[in-house]
């Protein structure tokens, strides 16, 4: 009689993987929380100290002064001039980066040969330090030797002060920042135009709704969410503007073109009052802060209520 044999075989055994709990799961976050701690809380920390104090910045000296920092820089005509044209360089870089960089979204969003090539090179010069590309535009705008100017002579005309004249000065760095860095705005938008579902465009049509009206009730309010974020990060740009204006005007004629950021910098460096320079830091903070908080909140606020 025939014995049957049954060998039982069994699977190798794979070990259960632990689902990673959230103990685990939270410290993935300690490293870029160090680097935050060591790179922006402690230099954050340690300026707001030092603007308590007469500190030049190289002396191991240092005596508390209170509050005679902040309130040297309510008599600053110096620090005044910086932080109005620290409100034009932010507010008036925002406003033209939206409209350039809305208008190259929609004209790019379109089938159209090279399109990829053009986004490309209009976003390269976010990828360039704005100290090369400040030093680029000194070639151009320059009163002596100035491409500009040259152009100018040739032609019979006379040359121009650009950079030598405050308002032509401080008109150049807006125009010059907002080139260099539409190509954000540009990318934001489009990545908006994208998510706006076409069948909207084409029930609109079928109502009669021409280009202007899509545009005005479709578009617009479907890019308000687009429009937060890149309003917020021009804005937050412009308000510490620093490497163009040190490289075009350095801050002259006198002192008619500086930002706080430049003052700043002149302060501590070319005077040695690294005390005071921290005050005019704070005092800069405080404003990004506030202003970016209050714009971002009116600007959900207003998308909600859309």
């Known amino acids: 009689m025939d014995t049957a044999v049954t060998i039982a075989v069994r ?10 709990s959230g103990a685990s799961l939270n410290a993935l976050y300690i490293p870029a929380l160090v680097l935050f701690a060591v790179f922006t809380v402690y230099p954050l920390i340690s300026g707001l100290q030092l603007s308590f104090t007469d500190w030049n910045g190289y002396s191991g000296e240092r005596a508390p002064v209170g509050l005679a920092n902040y309130a040297r820089l309510l008599e600053d005509l110096n620090f005044r001039t910086a932080l109005a044209n620290t409100f034009v360089y932010g507010i008036g870089s925002a406003i033209l980066q939206q409209v350039l960089g809305l208008g190259l979204a929609l004209a790019l969003n ?10 490309t090179i209009i976003y390269l010069p976010v990828l360039v330090s704005p100290i090369v590309m400040g030093t680029m535009y000194y070639q151009l705008f320059r009163y002596k030797g ?4 040259d152009i100018a002579e ?8 650009w950079l030598s004249d405050a308002t032509l000065g401080m008109i150049v760095i807006v125009a010059v920042n907002s080139l260099q860095f539409v190509g954000i705005s540009m990318v934001i938008y489009l990545a908006g135009l ?9 029930a609109a049509a079928l ?3 021409g280009p202007w009206q899509r545009f005005r009730h479709i578009t617009l309010p479907l890019l308000q969410p687009a429009f937060a974020t890149s309003m917020v990060l021009n804005l937050i740009g412009g308000l510490k503007l620093f490497d163009v204006i040190t490289v075009m005007t350095g801050g002259g004629p006198g002192n008619s073109t500086h930002s706080v950021s430049s003052l700043l910098a002149k302060t ?3 005077n040695q009052s690294a005390g005071y320079a921290s005050a005019m830091g704070v005092v800069l903070f ?6 970016t908080i209050g714009l971002h909140g009116a600007l959900n606020r207003k998308q909600v209520q859309s």
């Open 110 to 119: 379109r089938v159209i040969p090279g399109r990829g090539i053009a986004r």
């Open 11 to 20: 699977a190798p055994r794979v070990p259960r993987r632990r689902r990673p």
């Open 146 to 149: 100035g491409a500009l100017n």
């Open 268 to 270: 501590y460096f070319d």
């Open 207 to 209: 109502d009669g709704a």
């Open 194 to 202: 994208q998510a706006v579902p076409h069948e909207y465009y084409e």
């Open 286 to 291: 405080a404003i990004i802060a506030v202003l």
């Open 154 to 161: 040739a032609l019979g005309g006379s040359p121009v002060l």
